[in-house]
DNA sequence: GGATTGCGCTTGATCGATTTACTAGATCGA
DNA sequence: TCGATCTAGTAAATCGATCAAGCGCAATCC
């Protein structure tokens, strides 16, 4: 078997339609229309055929049949950035979901470049896909969703909102989630809450910002812009931040943080100044990521299931695909809360 | 322009290379020989032509050349986990090297079942794929490597090996790299090493575990069966182990894990019991995922860039689509120690 | 008994590009 | 001035499927 002397030997792959047909004594539509499972070929000539197919190797050649028909079963999935692992579980969720249809997958990585943004569009296009699922590089014009849409190519924004475009998004309710998150430690009795970390840059940031505002005027606490510290959401920012705000207040006792990330060096912060979250200071992280279980303490955190996001974003492109006329829907999964120990009631 | 009063209002993408023709005033070979850029068009030519294509937002139809041409210009891409950064990385690594090259990749994740794996190498074999990249899920046998093969596609793996597939390779070493990581520990003083996950399924658990063992064989330390927990590659699993490890084993002063997530499982379990990592004990990760900088401690690692082997893929496989038949490669690429702040000597 | 319908297929056109073979006219060398 | 070569294209075949229209025969209907 692994010695090729003669055997078979089958040409590499260049069996078509054609050669079906005359292996099983039919025409090529019939070998068409048997291996589509049309109801018009009965069941004794369909399984000759099938047979008369797999006796040859015969591979179906969508390419082929693209050209007649109107769908490609393809769809474009472009993000900015897989290698974090938030885009990559939907993703992955995407995928799942597009699989269950049939569907595969062209996969497009920006890297926050919106010109290879535009090339992978362009690319896609030239490839036909029945639609775009797209997370917009930071940048991105409202207009180029306008090009997208003009085109006629069925188009599902996720995760980053674009102000001005009219078009199906799914995301989360990042104002909402953060007011939640930021009254749930009012509710424990906290009075004076930082915030640490995000930025005005994205949506993402100024929702949760505006959040936490919002919580704060809801319980008649002042704001005080001392304790709202913007910046990257790394640990390392975290950690120096917290350092500073507590030596600088005395009266802090709880923060909320743009994200989870951050608030792991919040509590590493904490306890390099040996206070301990969950104990002498509370901590509330966003997004529940995995790692938010595993640290000590556990963090509790705001998050919402990207699963279940990857799913509706695929199911939303696949309803457009369905009806391309129908008006633009949004969908907005909401943050729950996961309490675990970082958060203390005083 | 982006008013549309009236204007062109053109037919949702249905320019043809005809209608362009016909602008241009020229016959349909003619675009598109100068659309591909063909020497026979001159330059006044040319201009006209792509000018036309502009005017009538002409998108070329890669689905119709690719009925004439050989290639597609697509590559499929299927690994097991997406959601595994260490994967992510290398799929964007591999994305990016292809996109330069003016490929678009075909993406699957099938979670690690043979039979979701099938399907994906069907579909894009149906699809045309130019070549196939993939890192096998775990059961997979040779002779579906062999399959693939014999149906001329060509086929690159990574990072799992198939121990008898005589195919195209790009993997790290294994074996000299858990050996240094286990020899850094004992150059370090430690005597009692334990071994943390991995699994004998796969090449990678095998042949790490074997570089463990003989580090110790070379350092005359007598192998203990106690020492070697296997297990799943989860930062849960990592911190119940060490855990019930250190309880058991008074004497146990260090481990080696088989990757970076075990490690920070291992990192948080000694924690959970008023223990830290470089300085009550020594903890030697594997990989170097991007996090390992950011713990804290920062977390002593053994890693090759992803980068680099994603490259690697993606030229292996595209030296393969241009000489179908050269030998089989294999690429190895050594691991390096990334010393930190995990690993105290002693 | 003639018309209609249904079954199980076939024929031939077609999708939108590429490619081979060819040609009208210009240019050139002898 | 004649044949050869070059230039700037064109016409027609082709890739491998799909699909609309149709065909021969038998059964059914009125």
Redesign the interface.
């Known amino acids: 078997m692994?010695d090729d002397t003669n055997g078979d030997l089958?040409a590499?792959?260049k069996v078509r339609l054609i050669e079906v047909a005359q292996e099983a004594g039919v025409s090529r539509s019939a070998v068409s229309l048997a291996l589509r499972g049309h109801p018009s070929i009965p069941k004794r000539t369909h399984a000759r055929i099938q047979d008369a197919a797999r006796r040859l190797?015969y591979?179906?050649?969508?390419?082929?049949a693209?050209?007649r028909t109107a769908s490609?079963q393809?769809v474009g999935?472009v993000v900015h950035?897989?290698?974090n692992?938030y885009f990559?579980?939907i993703?992955?969720a995407v995928?799942?979901e597009m699989?269950l249809h049939g569907r595969?997958?062209?996969?497009?990585?920006t890297?926050e470049c919106t010109t290879?943004q535009a090339?992978?569009i362009e690319?896609?296009?030239?490839?036909?896909v029945d639609g775009l699922i797209l997370c917009p590089a930071a940048g991105t014009q409202a207009?180029m969703v306008?090009d997208i849409q003009?085109?006629?190519?069925p188009l599902v924004l996720f995760s980053r909102d674009l102000p001005d475009a009219d078009v199906d998004y799914v995301g989360s309710a990042n104002f909402e989630g953060m007011q939640s998150a930021t009254a749930h430690l009012i509710g424990a009795g906290h009075r004076r809450i930082a915030m640490v970390g995000g930025n005005t840059d994205t949506s993402t940031g100024r929702d949760r910002l505006a959040g936490y505002r919002a919580a704060l005027g809801d319980a008649g606490i002042a704001e005080d812009p001392d304790l709202i510290v913007e910046g990257p959401a790394?640990?390392?920012f975290g950690?120096r931040t917290i350092r500073a705000l507590t030596t600088r207040e005395p009266e802090l006792t709880a923060c909320v943080c743009f994200n989870d990330v951050l608030a792991f060096g919040v509590m590493?912060g904490l306890r390099a100044d040996n206070k301990e979250a969950g104990r002498d200071f509370s901590v509330v992280g966003f997004d529940d990521i995995?790692?938010a279980t595993?640290?000590?303490p556990a963090l509790t955190s705001f998050g919402f299931s990207r699963q279940e996001l990857g799913r509706r974003v695929a199911e939303m492109l696949l309803r457009r695909i369905a009806e391309p006329n129908s008006p633009p829907k949004r969908i907005i999964l909401n943050f729950e809360l996961r309490s675990r120990e970082s958060v203390r009631a005083r």
Not at 104 to 109: S, W, Y
Not at 123 to 128: G, I
């Open positions: 692994t089958k590499p792959s190797g591979v179906y050649n969508r390419g082929a693209n050209l490609t393809t999935v950035d897989v290698t692992p990559a579980e993703v992955a995928q799942d699989t595969v997958i062209l996969f497009g990585n890297q290879r090339e992978f690319t896609f296009r030239e490839h036909n207009d306008a003009r085109s006629g190519v790394t640990r390392d950690m590493l995995a790692e595993l640290w000590r």
